[in-house]
C-alpha cells in the first residue's frame, strides 16, 4: 500500500516559491514573511499606536511646561482621569460585542447623587444603593437589546434620558443638593491616597487589571470577541450571545454608578450637573485606544491609554491659559477623526495581506 496518508501531507512542508490557496480558493503567489510583517506592524500600530502619541506628547509638554512635569501635575490629571476610566472600561466590553452605551453620563450623575443620599447610613449603603440602581438600568438595557432585539442606540438614549430625569426627580429639578458627611468612611474613599495618589485612581487601577484579565484569559471574555466579531456565528457556534450582551451593558451601569459613587465621595455632595456628555468621551477614549466601533477588537490598556491622552490634552489647555476648556472637546474630536482614519486604513491593509 502506497498511499499518502493526510497527516503525511500535511508535514510536507510547501515550497517556498510555490503559489498558495487565497481564503476565496484562488491560487496566487506566496509572497513569503512580508506579508505577515506587514499584518503585525498593523496590528502593533493599532493596539498601541495611542500609548507612543501619548508618550510623544507628554515627553514634548514637559520640555514646553515647566509645570507639567511636577508629581502634584501628575495626581491631578490621574484623579480626574480616573471616574472617566472607571465608565471607559464598561463601554470597551460593550463596543467589544459590537454595541454602545449612551446612557453611562446620565447613569454617572445618578449613582452619584443616590451615594451621597445614602452615605448619611454609611459606607456600605453609600455603595450598594447606586450599584444596585445602576446595575437595574443596564439590565434593562441588555435585556431590551439581546432580547427584545431593539437597536442598542435607541435603547440606551431612552435610558440617558430616563436616568436624568429620575435624577432631576430624585433632587426636586436640582433644587436639593445631598452631601456627605464630613470625616466618614465614605468620604475618605474619594479623598484620602496612598503614597500621594487618591483611592479612586488605585480601583481604577485594580479594575483595570481584573478586566484585562477577564477580558483575556477567561472564556468570557474570547465570547466578547466572538459576538462581536459576528453574532450569527458566535450563535451557531453555540456560545450565549443573548446573555452576554445582558452581561455586559449591566456591568457598564455598574461601572458607570461606581464611578458617579467615588466623584460624589471626592466632591463630598451628589452633584447634578456632572456627567453631561460624558458618554462620548467614555466612547471617544474607547476608540482612540485602538478598539473598534464594529466591535470584534479592542483591549483594555488601549482604553486606558486613551483616557489618559484625553486626560493630557486637557491639562494642557489648562497651562496653556489663554485657551478655554472647550478647545479640549476640538482636540479630542480631531484625534477621533485621525484614529478612526487609520483604523481604515490599518484593517484594509490587514485584509490584503
Given at each position: 500500500m502506497n498511499e499518502t496518508t493526510p497527516a503525511a501531507v500535511d508535514r510536507v512542508p510547501a515550497p517556498r516559491n510555490s503559489t498558495a490557496a487565497s481564503r476565496d480558493g484562488a491560487l496566487r503567489p506566496a509572497t513569503g514573511s512580508q506579508p505577515a510583517l506587514t499584518q503585525r506592524l498593523a496590528e502593533l500600530l493599532q493596539r498601541q499606536g495611542v500609548l507612543a502619541v501619548l508618550l510623544t506628547v507628554v515627553i514634548t509638554a514637559s520640555f514646553v511646561y515647566p509645570t507639567f512635569a511636577t508629581l502634584d501635575n501628575a495626581r491631578g490629571v490621574t484623579v480626574q482621569a480616573s471616574f472617566l476610566a472607571v465608565v471607559a472600561l464598561g463601554m470597551t466590553m460593550v463596543i467589544i460585542t459590537g454595541g454602545i452605551d449612551l446612557s453611562v453620563g446620565s447613569v454617572f450623575a445618578l449613582g452619584g447623587v443616590l451615594a451621597a443620599w445614602a452615605s448619611q447610613w454609611g459606607i456600605l449603603p453609600a455603595l450598594l444603593v447606586p450599584l444596585v440602581m445602576c446595575g437595574a438600568i443596564g439590565l434593562l438595557n441588555g435585556f431590551l437589546i439581546a432580547r427584545a432585539g431593539m437597536a442598542p442606540f435607541i435603547v440606551t438614549l431612552a435610558t440617558l434620558l430616563a436616568a436624568r430625569g429620575m435624577l432631576l426627580a430624585f433632587t426636586d429639578e436640582g433644587a436639593t443638593t445631598?452631601?456627605?458627611?464630613?470625616?466618614?468612611?465614605?468620604?475618605?474613599?474619594?479623598?484620602?491616597?496612598?503614597?500621594?495618589?487618591?483611592?479612586?485612581?488605585?480601583?481604577?487601577?485594580?479594575?483595570?487589571?481584573?478586566?484585562?484579565?477577564?477580558?483575556?484569559?477567561?472564556?468570557?471574555?474570547?465570547?466578547?470577541?466572538?459576538?462581536?466579531?459576528?453574532?450569527?456565528?458566535?450563535?451557531?457556534?453555540?456560545?450565549?450571545?443573548?446573555?452576554?450582551?445582558?452581561?455586559?451593558?449591566?456591568?457598564?451601569?455598574?461601572?458607570?454608578?461606581?464611578?458617579?459613587?467615588?466623584?460624589?465621595?471626592?466632591?463630598?455632595?451628589?452633584?447634578?450637573?456632572?456627567?453631561?456628555?460624558?458618554?462620548?468621551?467614555?466612547?471617544?477614549?474607547?476608540?482612540?485606544?485602538?478598539?473598534?466601533?464594529?466591535?470584534?477588537?479592542?483591549?483594555?490598556?488601549?482604553?486606558?491609554w486613551g483616557v489618559l491622552l484625553l486626560a493630557v490634552i486637557q491639562n494642557l489647555i489648562n497651562q496653556i491659559g489663554s485657551l478655554n476648556s472647550s478647545y479640549q472637546s476640538v482636540v479630542s474630536g480631531g484625534f477621533l477623526i485621525v484614529v478612526v482614519v487609520a483604523q481604515r486604513y490599518l484593517a484594509r491593509s490587514r485584509r490584503t495581506t
Open positions: 445631598y452631601l456627605v458627611p464630613k470625616g466618614s468612611a465614605f468620604a475618605e474613599l474619594g479623598q484620602g491616597s496612598v503614597w500621594g495618589f487618591g483611592y479612586p485612581i488605585l480601583i481604577a487601577l485594580v479594575l483595570f487589571g481584573g478586566g484585562g484579565l477577564l477580558l483575556q484569559r477567561t472564556s468570557f471574555g474570547q465570547t466578547l470577541f466572538a459576538v462581536g466579531g459576528s453574532s450569527d456565528a458566535a450563535t451557531l457556534m453555540g456560545l450565549p450571545v443573548a446573555r452576554t450582551k445582558v452581561l455586559v451593558h449591566m456591568l457598564s451601569g455598574l461601572l458607570a454608578g461606581l464611578a458617579g459613587a467615588l466623584n460624589a465621595a471626592r466632591l463630598s455632595s451628589g452633584v447634578t450637573i456632572v456627567g453631561v456628555g460624558m458618554e462620548l468621551d467614555a466612547i471617544s477614549a474607547v476608540v482612540i485606544g485602538g478598539t473598534l466601533l464594529i466591535g470584534g477588537a479592542g483591549s483594555i490598556s488601549g482604553t486606558l
